[in-house]
């Protein structure tokens, strides 16, 4: 991972801003779980928002002052930026029930199935 990689989703049909989901992936290095979290975080999109996500990759050992801005404590940390409000998931990511439901794509009905984090 580099200091910052962005990934678009694949679908450029002129979509409103509201449609797009901007996400930010704040990680330490290329340690095993800041991978999976990558790696989740992409099947996650690729799944559930079919095209209409962005993911910026911030690698706080090349730049640790960016870790202030989204007031990150903890890596990795998933901060939803768009849609609005703000949200953050902290982990791996690999609890899809969880995932889903902490950036509102899925309502809480749905949890409680999945494994993984527990936060």
């Known amino acids: 991972m580099t200091e910052e990689m962005e990934t678009k989703g694949e679908n ?22 800041s991978l999976a979290a990558f790696a989740n975080l992409r099947r996650i999109c690729e799944e559930y928002l079919e095209g209409k996500y962005s ?14 801005g989204d007031q990150i404590l903890a890596i990795p940390t998933l901060v939803r930026r768009l ?17 889903l439901v902490g ?3 899925r309502p809480l009905a749905g949890l409680g199935e999945g494994r993984g984090d527990r936060r």
């Open 12 to 33: 450029d049909q002129g979509e409103s801003p509201e449609e797009r989901w901007q996400l930010r992936l704040y990680v330490a290095g290329m340690t095993p779980k």
């Open 55 to 68: 993911i910026q990759v911030i690698d706080l050992m090349v730049n640790p002052q960016l870790a202030k």
């Open 83 to 99: 849609p609005e409000p703000v949200k953050k998931i902290i982990g791996d990511l690999s609890d899809t029930d969880r995932v």
């Open 103 to 105: 950036l509102d794509i």
